[in-house]
């Protein structure tokens, strides 16, 4: 099993406060980090780590000393980095707020995520080895749609649609969601792409236009929906610490488990499974990438 990311790559600048402050207010921080962040990478180092898979990673970094921090950060987790591409835009940035009940706000500078908007042979024979092709919502859509169209014939192809609002522009949904095999979205994300209120409604209406829809619940776990059939999975019981990129690692080792070709109900609930284990691991420990946990902690709580 190989998996190939297309997506954001960030800088990821982190401030630990009591509360996440109100408009005009100023607060002072306990702590200051900065580690490795970005959707995409986050799922790469997901896939590569908890997963345990061969992952190459497909962006774009600025030529600056963030860039060359990132690429380094991904190639230190084996992660295959010849298809990180080099910008004359500035790295993403990512401004973080984390408060004391491990709820945080994300302000996300694109940079040199948004500069590539098209696969060059090289990131398009990455993408066309891999046996799951995962995307994200931060880069732009003319890259997710190359990465569909260059994935190898019984690749599944994985959108987590985050941030949701590209894809309540019909015309884009209309193009891409009948390229994927599995949708991954949250509540908020699930309502906001199918355009009503209901849950149940929701999920009828988007499970109908992919082969497979994953919706992620928090402390409720997640549900899966495939064909006729739906599956509730659990989530793991644990105390948050800080729940950045969580959703990320989740969407990483779910990629990393799915078998290429015909998708079946057990699968999926295994892999999302893996996915909750690995996330449940990583919301007890701080920032994004550095709390990914390994395959082996993975497997111990899916074992315990």
């Not at 990478?41 to 000393?65: E, L």
């Not at 909750?276 to 390994?294: K, M």
């Amino acid at each position: 099993m190989t998996v190939a990311v297309v997506g954001s790559v960030n800088m990821d600048v982190v401030a630990r406060v009591p509360r996440i402050p109100g408009p005009g207010e100023t607060l002072l921080a306990s702590g200051f980090s900065r580690g490795g962040g970005g959707k995409g990478a986050n799922q790469a180092v997901g896939a590569a780590r908890a997963g345990g898979v061969p992952t190459s990673f497909i962006g774009a970094v600025g030529d600056d000393a963030d860039g060359a921090q990132l690429r380094e950060w991904l190639a230190d987790d084996g992660i295959d980095v010849s298809g990180l591409a080099t910008s004359s835009e500035p790295s993403g940035v990512a401004l973080i707020s984390v408060d004391d009940s491990a709820e945080n706000t994300i302000v996300v500078v694109a940079g040199a995520n948004h500069a590539l908007t098209e696969l060059t042979d090289e990131q398009r024979a990455l993408v066309a080895e891999a046996d799951a092709v995962a995307v994200q919502l931060e880069i732009p859509i003319a890259l997710v749609e190359a990465a569909a169209a260059a994935r190898s014939d019984g690749a599944q192809f994985v959108l987590n649609a985050a941030p949701s609002e590209l894809m309540t522009d019909e015309d884009v949904a209309a193009r891409v969601l009948p390229q994927v095999d599995v949708l991954i979205v949250n509540e908020h994300e699930l309502l906001d792409i199918a355009g009503v209120d209901d849950q149940d409604e929701a999920i009828d209406l988007l499970s109908g236009r992919v082969r497979a829809l994953v919706v992620t619940l928090g402390a409720e776990g997640s549900l899966i929906a495939l064909g006729d059939e739906r599956a509730q999975v659990p989530a793991f019981s644990v105390t948050p610490v800080d729940t950045t990129g969580a959703g990320d690692t989740f969407c990483g080792v779910l990629a990393a488990h799915l078998g290429r070709g015909e998708l079946r109900m057990s699968d999926l609930a295994e892999a999302a499974r893996a996915g909750a284990a690995a996330s449940a691991i990583a919301v007890t420990r701080t920032g994004a990438q550095p709390a990914v946990p390994t395959a082996a902690e993975v497997a111990e709580l899916l074992e315990g």
